[in-house]
């Protein structure tokens, strides 16, 4: 008994903590953390066993470099953007319609398509108005119609004031080389 009190007054609070802690951690172990082990195993077997009778392969990295600059090749390289936007103002006077003065914002993220933001006010019919949506859309499939908002100043009115943004989207001049 003395020699065990000796051992203890050897050790200090701190070490008779730490053994205690130790004599704990046996019983914890067993009780907690060993049948959670057991469990953890066998939902990954389980997991395991879907994954092979599911029909659907994890996508290959290789190939991916190349189906990324396929992607890219997709869309003209923004030195065709005044191209492009010529053919929307071509569009535009084929429809009869009045362009006024638009909004335009070109946008780089460092990676991946660049885009053309346009916002344009329009005057016309309905009828040319949806006219030149269609041709517009269908002739640039490198474009999208963000929004149309229509507005009629008197009920009798044929003409409308339409706004329309269109984002168009450009492969930036390095993509087409690398991804």
Request: net charge positive; aromatic share 10%.
């Amino acid at each position: 008994m003395k020699r065990a009190q000796e051992w203890l007054h050897a050790l200090g609070p701190t070490g008779v903590l730490g053994i205690g802690v130790l004599i704990f951690c046996v019983p914890f172990y067993f009780s907690a953390v060993s049948p959670a082990e057991r469990e953890l195993q066998a939902q990954r077997s389980v997991a395991e066993r879907l994954r092979s009778r599911t029909p659907f392969q994890p996508v290959s990295s290789e190939g991916r470099a190349e189906e990324l600059r396929r992607f890219y090749g997709l869309f003209p390289p923004l030195e065709r953007l005044p191209d492009e936007l010529e053919r929307v103002y071509a569009l535009a006077r084929a429809a009869k319609l009045e362009l006024l003065q638009g909004e335009y914002r070109l946008e780089k993220p460092p990676f991946g398509v660049a885009f053309y933001r346009i916002t344009l006010p329009i005057r016309g019919t309905y009828p040319q108005i949806r006219q030149f949506v269609a041709a517009t859309l269908k002739s640039m499939p490198i474009a999208s119609l963000d929004a149309l908002r229509f507005e009629r100043k008197k009920a009798g009115d044929s003409q409308l004031e339409a706004q329309l943004r269109l984002t168009v989207y450009f492969r930036p001049a390095n993509e087409g080389e690398t991804p």
